[in-house]
């Protein structure tokens, strides 16, 4: 069993809908919780980070994290067709550890 | 610009034939990594380095080396590659205490036949 599951996708939305992703992770020793974007051709960037359970808000951006039940949510709001992207969630042990990545979800926003 | 650098960004090579990808930071950071990232699988990390001189190996060591003797260059051997080998590539680095926050480089499509 892989230590973070993510839905491959493709999750396909029209422009301006929500877009709800998520991942479940196994290990409750994983402390820090991150969503890299991935553009087709193009390396991961850093999208939110987060600290313990709770959410946290960047923009059209909302990051959940639930570690009673192992559970890791972004959410997009208004989306655009400059979100179409893989997204990655990955986890940290402690700072200074190896990243431990999900598989990525596909996102299509069509206009 | 901040930036990783790799190169080649496309290979197709022949088993057996050895090759090196580079691996270049301007950012002067101590920690650098390997990661291969095929379907369903997402990234996987080959090997990091957490400065020069230190390297360690990750989840999917098999059939790679590293070096690290400069602190912006991190190059990936494969010795003798095999078509199991066949993935994208990719190099990041970041300041050794914000493993959360690395840089990744555009990549590189390997292809063994």
């Known amino acids: 069993q892989k230590e973070v599951e993510q839905d491959p996708g493709p999750l396909s939305v029209p422009e301006g809908a929500i877009v709800s992703l998520n991942c479940t992770y196994s290990?409750?020793?994983?402390?820090?919780f991150m969503w890299y974007r991935q553009y087709s051709r193009k390396g991961p960037e850093l999208l939110m980070y987060?600290?313990?359970?709770g959410n946290k808000e960047d923009g059209r951006f909302t990051a959940q994290v639930d570690k009673s039940s192992k559970y890791i949510s972004l959410f997009i709001r208004d989306s655009q067709p400059s979100d179409s992207a893989t997204y990655l969630c990955?986890?940290?042990?402690?700072?200074?550890?190896?990243?431990?990545f999900g598989g990525g979800t596909r996102v299509l926003v069509k206009p | 610009e901040a930036q990783v650098t790799q190169n080649p960004r496309y290979l197709i090579t022949v088993t057996g034939k050895k090759l090196t990808v580079t691996c270049s930071q301007n950012?002067?950071?101590?920690?650098m990594s390997w990661y291969r990232q095929d379907p369903g699988l997402g990234l996987r990390q080959i090997y990091y380095?957490?400065?020069?001189?230190?390297?360690d190996k990750g989840d999917v060591p098999e059939g790679y080396k590293v070096s690290r003797k400069e602190k912006r260059n991190f190059p990936l051997i494969l010795e003798s590659p095999s078509p199991n080998q066949t993935s994208l590539y990719f190099c990041?680095?970041?300041?050794?205490?914000?493993?959360?926050?690395?840089?990744f480089g555009p990549g590189t499509r390997l292809t063994v036949l």
């Open positions: 990955a986890t940290l042990k402690a700072a200074g550890n190896k990243l431990t």
């Open positions: 987060t600290y313990s359970s």
């Open positions: 990041a680095s970041s300041p050794p205490r914000d493993t959360d926050t690395q840089y």
């Open positions: 290990n409750s020793a994983f402390q820090y």
């Open positions: 950012m002067n950071h101590e920690y």
């Open positions: 380095s957490m400065n020069v001189e230190v390297t």
